[in-house]
């Protein structure tokens, strides 16, 4: 409000100044958003002590923190059992060849003495499994098969693509109907409300393309 600065001691010029307050209006301008899927190249671990935080104190040397990143940094009352850590984590990464990839497999020396530490160990390997994921997303409504999906284009399709680009996220659309113009594009369905289906599909159909190796040498 200008009538609060009528009554300082300032020159004209200043008090001039004052006007412009009232003059002014915002604007308000509307921010494109942009979806851009991405796969991160490290996650945080869910320990004992729930999700890592990296909330750590500076090494007092200077050297890098690696704690978190190379070893689980966890409370040392209660630590992970790596006879479950390790499987959970080779499970989780999914390496590509995993023939060629050792697990290490621990082993409890004179077992027979100690059934208290096989009891849980099998408790906790029978509650690690229900806790899995699905290993496959059932869909509500009808979805086609990623196989199906990632068929090549009809010759006059591929055509149209090279002398039409694609619709960029600069369309201003809002994002649920840019949704439906993607996904048409590539053959998945999006039924009433059920976006998130569709998006799903989407991506992982897009993971499927960058996983796939007669793609390798294409920037998916």
């Given amino acids: 409000d200008p009538a609060e600065y009528k009554d300082l001691d300032v020159t004209k010029e200043t008090r001039d100044l004052f006007d412009y307050i009232g003059r002014y209006t915002a604007k308000d301008i509307a921010l494109p958003t942009r979806l851009r899927p991405f796969i991160p190249d490290l996650q945080p671990a869910v320990t004992v002590d729930g999700v890592d935080r990296f909330l750590k104190v500076a090494r007092p040397d200077g050297l890098p923190e690696r704690l978190g990143i190379e070893r689980l940094d966890e409370p040392n009352?209660?630590?992970?059992?790596?006879?479950?850590?390790?499987p959970q984590?080779?499970?989780?990464?999914?390496p590509k060849n995993k023939a060629h990839v050792k697990v290490p497999v621990p082993a409890l020396e004179h077992a027979q003495r100690h059934p208290k530490k096989?009891?849980?160990?099998?408790?906790?390997?029978a509650d690690a499994n229900r806790k899995q994921p699905p290993s496959a997303?059932?869909?509500a409504k009808p979805m086609p098969d990623i196989d199906a999906l990632m068929q090549a284009w009809p010759s006059d399709m591929e055509q149209a693509f090279k002398t039409r680009p694609v619709p960029g996220a600069a369309l201003g659309l809002p994002i649920d109907e840019y949704v439906?113009?993607?996904c048409a594009l590539l053959d998945i369905p999006v039924h009433?409300?059920?976006?998130?289906?569709?998006?799903?599909?989407?991506?992982?159909?897009?993971?499927?393309?960058k996983q796939n190796a007669a793609f390798a040498s294409v920037n998916v």
């Fill in 118 to 125: 096989v009891t849980n160990w099998m408790s906790a390997v």
């Fill in 180 to 182: 439906k113009v993607v």
């Fill in 137 to 139: 997303v059932v869909y």
């Fill in 192 to 209: 009433p409300t059920k976006n998130v289906e569709s998006l799903h599909l989407l991506f992982t159909l897009f993971s499927e393309f």
């Fill in 89 to 94: 984590i080779f499970d989780h990464l999914r």
């Fill in 77 to 86: 009352p209660i630590q992970t059992d790596p006879a479950l850590a390790i």
